[in-house]
């Protein structure tokens, strides 16, 4: 029976086995979400809360995040599953097409290579189970690199449908983040350094294209000429930095990222593979995947030099990068064996990503200061515990706290989903929440003002504590997992609103 059911799946597609294998993972993520130790993290709670507040776009990004997770909500509740639903669903996509595309630009060596790629590396595996707008995002640009390798760009065949196809998964994938918009100047590296190509700048297909995107772009443009624009003023700031100029130390931190989420092997592979693409090929034999991907890791290195760059910002190029290094590895065995043996090291890191604690059973003294995961722990028995105090005020009784972080959390957690209210304290810079009223009928209402600041620090703000006429402050809350203290808050009983001044911040 053993044999007869090998022989089987041997013998099966190996994009049917592809797809056997996708669903599985899909549903061991399903499980884990539902089981998982983790909490939301601050990010995502703050686009949950979003999703309860559907509108045009938002300040910091594009409003599809918001959408899908509206519905996906509307579905499952306001629970994780409901939250990271669609991020699973990407990350089931991820793999396909990563698969696909290494399968159409080389062979089944390649295509397994970047399924396990996608599977094993924490910035995928784990990254890839939380709902930000990277996953959308990503999600409809790999489509889109999938449907480009399909279009014969150095040939006269010209595919109309190709090219409104690429408009919508680019405006789509915009719709989730701005950088999407690298396609268009990427795509034209590619198309300007071969003199067969260049025709394409004498055609009206690619320019059909962006004007596609450029209109699904429209509710973003409506909700920033309706609010100032302040999302240009957000990505202006993004891109100038506000830090101090530390080249070493910026650069250093962008390289240690990118090991960090990639795994050392799989990062210094990667390198190997992309400067083998410089030095053995002439600048129009690279493959447009490689023109998708390296100028986007140059631009973010290059960025690093002078100001801080996050960790997944080139995320659309660690996307081409799994493709590129899985194309230049499947060559030889001996580059498939050491990077088999990279995703063994990137699966052990990915493990400690679903949960940390683990590795402390095992004797390992990790303090939770130093866990990268200290910010999806606790918010849950913070929630209950804030929970136990507002069901014995007045059932009207208000929440109030000065970091978003906090208040998306507080929202999410506590019992009833309550409406947080937010106050920019006016060193911080702006946030969705400074875009959204508070109610009108405050006056005679309790309030409950949380502090839960990463210093730890009880002291009442002097502009919380002018605007109550007493604020009585509460034993410490406290979460913590067998035996670490993993979040602390501080309560205070507000009574007697006088009134809060709630001027846009400057800080963009």
């Not at 789509?172 to 590296?189: C, D, I, M, N």
């Not at 100028?295 to 081409?320: D, E, H, R």
Request: net charge positive; glycine share 8%; aromatic share 14%.
């Amino acid at each position: 029976m053993s044999r007869l059911m090998y022989s089987h799946l041997s013998n099966a597609n190996p994009t049917v086995q592809m797809l056997r294998l996708s669903l599985l993972l899909l549903l061991v993520r399903f499980v884990y979400v539902l089981i998982s130790p983790l909490d939301l993290s601050p990010d995502e709670a703050h686009y949950w809360e979003w999703s309860r507040h559907l509108d045009w776009s938002y300040y910091s990004k594009p409003p599809l995040v918001a959408w899908l997770m509206h519905v996906s909500t509307s579905t499952f509740g306001h629970t994780p599953m409901g939250v990271r639903f669609f991020a699973l669903v990407g990350q089931f996509l991820l793999g396909g097409l990563a698969f696909l595309t290494a399968r159409r630009l080389g062979d089944l060596s390649a295509a397994w290579l970047a399924f396990a790629v996608i599977h094993l590396t924490p910035l995928f595996a784990a990254g890839g189970l939380m709902m930000t707008p990277d996953v959308p995002c990503l999600t409809f640009w790999a489509l889109a690199l999938y449907v480009a390798t399909l279009q014969p760009w150095e040939g006269q065949a010209v595919r109309w449908r190709a090219f409104v196809v690429l408009g919508i998964l680019i405006g789509l994938s915009g719709l989730a983040k701005y950088t999407a918009a690298l396609f268009y100047p990427l795509l034209g590296l590619y198309l300007l350094v071969d003199k067969d190509r260049r025709q394409w700048f004498l055609r009206p297909h690619i320019y059909v294209m962006g004007l596609i995107s450029l209109v699904m772009m429209a509710p973003v443009f409506y909700w920033n000429a309706t609010n100032g624009w302040p999302t240009l003023h957000h990505v202006l700031g993004q891109i100038e930095g506000n830090r101090p100029f530390e080249p070493v130390k910026t650069f250093g931190n962008f390289i240690g990222g990118q090991v960090a989420l990639l795994g050392p092997v799989t990062f210094i592979l990667m390198v190997m593979a992309f400067l083998s693409g410089v030095r053995l090929k002439t600048l129009r034999e690279l493959p447009l995947v490689w023109w998708l991907t390296v100028p986007v890791y140059a631009f973010f290195a290059a960025k690093a030099m002078g100001a801080k760059v996050q960790p997944n910002w080139p995320l659309l190029g660690a996307y081409g990068a799994v493709i590129v290094v899985s194309l230049w590895a499947a060559q030889r065995l001996r580059r498939i064996r050491m990077l088999a043996g990279g995703l063994v090291i990137s699966l052990l890191v990915t493990l400690v990503a679903y949960d940390s604690f683990w590795v402390r059973e095992l004797g390992v003294d990790w303090p939770i200061k130093k866990d990268p995961l200290k910010e999806v722990m606790g918010w849950r028995e913070l929630g209950e515990q804030i929970s136990a105090y507002t069901e014995k005020l007045p059932a009207d009784t208000l929440i109030l706290t000065t970091r978003y972080q906090t208040a998306g959390e507080i929202a999410f957690y506590t019992k009833g989903n309550p409406e947080v209210l937010y106050v920019n304290p006016g060193y911080r810079r702006r946030n969705q929440y400074d875009y959204w009223s508070w109610p009108a009928d405050m006056k005679d209402r309790t309030f409950v003002y949380v502090r839960e600041s990463p210093d730890g620090s009880m002291v009442l703000e002097q502009d919380i504590a002018d605007a109550f006429e007493s604020c009585d402050r509460q034993p410490a809350l406290e979460a913590t997992r067998d035996g670490l203290l993993l979040r602390r808050a501080h309560l205070y009983i507000c009574q007697g609103f006088k009134g809060m001044t709630r001027a846009l911040v400057k800080n963009f």
